[in-house]
């Protein structure tokens, strides 16, 4: 059962580009959230929609309610983006993507 | 503000054994919840607790117990360790505004 689906699973970017990442989610959700994971690091919370778009810095997340859809752009990247990032949608229960693993070369 | 602290960071354990996974939280946080992180599977619930002294089980519940004697604490208990769990295990409280995830154990069973 894949209740989240995030792509591309693995992306590798030059110093400087713009990144999408994508994530679709097939059930009722209240909230979805945008996740953080640096390499043997812990897991920390970069966004949390209901609706709409919020940014933070060079992170911007939106989300599209009625094409269950929610994208995570990097403007201007830098090699300390590298990183896993999660999505994950709570509702009446809680799922989680598998990750899309960020590469960012100087 | 210490958020959610796990303890140990590291352990390894052999076939059998039993042990308790720490966590606890300083945000009066009522929901609290244990993951395990494998490769290429992303994170799955094991168990989560709505408040004091009520726990129910998540996706991958067996071989683990759980309680919450108190709104702080959430120890993860494993039983009987098997190399099956083998991995990464994250505790994590909920509220409207997100999650707060813990540092993480590494476990390793041989």
């Known amino acids: 059962k894949n209740e989240v689906e995030q792509s591309p699973q693995n992306l590798t970017a030059q110093e400087g580009e713009f990144i999408t990442i994508n994530c679709s989610y097939s059930?009722?959700?209240?909230?979805l959230h945008w996740l953080q994971q640096h390499p043997g690091g812990g897991i920390v919370s970069l966004f949390m929609?209901?609706?709409g778009k919020k940014k933070h810095g060079r992170l911007i997340a939106t989300i599209n309610i009625q094409e269950k859809h929610s994208s995570l752009h990097i403007t201007a990247s830098h090699p300390r983006d590298s990183a896993v990032y999660i999505c994950?949608?709570?509702?009446?229960?809680?799922?989680f993507g598998t990750g899309t693993s960020l590469t960012v070369i100087p | 503000n210490a958020g959610v602290t796990q303890t140990p960071k590291f352990q390894v354990l052999k076939t059998g054994q039993s042990m308790t996974l720490q966590c606890a939280q300083d945000?009066?946080?009522?929901?609290m919840s244990w993951y395990r992180q494998d490769p290429g599977m992303g994170l799955r619930l094991i168990h989560y607790?709505?408040?004091?002294?009520?726990?129910d089980q998540g996706e991958v519940p067996n071989g683990y117990n759980v309680s919450r004697s108190t709104t702080e604490d959430f120890p993860l208990r494993l039983l009987s360790a098997a190399p099956s769990q083998t991995s990464v295990y994250f505790c994590?409280?909920?509220?409207?505004?997100?999650?707060?995830f813990g540092s993480g154990t590494r476990l390793t069973v041989v």
């Open positions: 994950a949608v709570t509702g009446n229960q809680f799922y």
């Open positions: 929609l209901s609706s």
């Open positions: 059930v009722g959700i209240s909230a």
């Open positions: 607790s709505v408040g004091a002294g009520i726990t």
């Open positions: 994590a409280t909920w509220t409207i505004y997100g999650y707060t």
């Open positions: 945000m009066n946080h009522e929901y």
